[in-house]
């Protein structure tokens, strides 16, 4: 069993930045390849970003590609999206979550979710 818990989400300008955090109990987190997810209102969860085991290896959708990156801290049982030149259209709850598949962009393939952040990107 994983549980995840995100945090800082928020509200920001268009243009500015922030960190998302996404904490996880149990001692395989470093097993686990992490994704990040977000849905905004009246939409479907969408793929943002993935992470292998290791960190070594990362994956993107082309809507967030060059401005958000996905990191972990494997001793910290950690995993971070930096997001910058937010775009109101980034608006969503943000969620991530832990599966097996190595870089894996459908929702399906991850066994273990937050309960997800909201960020607000103002125009």
């Known amino acids: 069993q994983v549980q995840l818990v995100e945090s800082g989400g928020g509200l920001v300008q268009a243009g500015g930045s922030l960190r998302l955090s996404c904490a996880a109990s149990?001692?395989?987190?470093?097993?686990?390849?992490m994704g990040w997810f977000r849905q905004a209102p009246g939409k479907e969860r969408e793929f943002v970003a993935s992470?292998?085991?290791?960190?070594?290896?990362?994956y993107y959708a082309d809507s967030v590609k060059g401005r958000f990156t996905i990191s972990r801290d494997n001793a910290k049982n950690t995993v971070y999206l930096q997001m910058n030149s937010l775009k109101p259209e980034d608006t969503a709850v943000y969620y991530c979550?832990?599966?097996?598949?190595?870089?894996?962009?459908?929702?399906?393939?991850?066994?273990?979710w937050g309960q997800g952040t909201q960020v607000t990107v103002s125009s």
């Open positions: 149990g001692r395989t987190f470093s097993t686990y390849n």
């Open positions: 979550a832990a599966g097996k598949r190595f870089l894996a962009t459908d929702r399906k393939e991850y066994d273990y």
């Open positions: 992470s292998s085991w290791s960190g070594g290896n990362t």
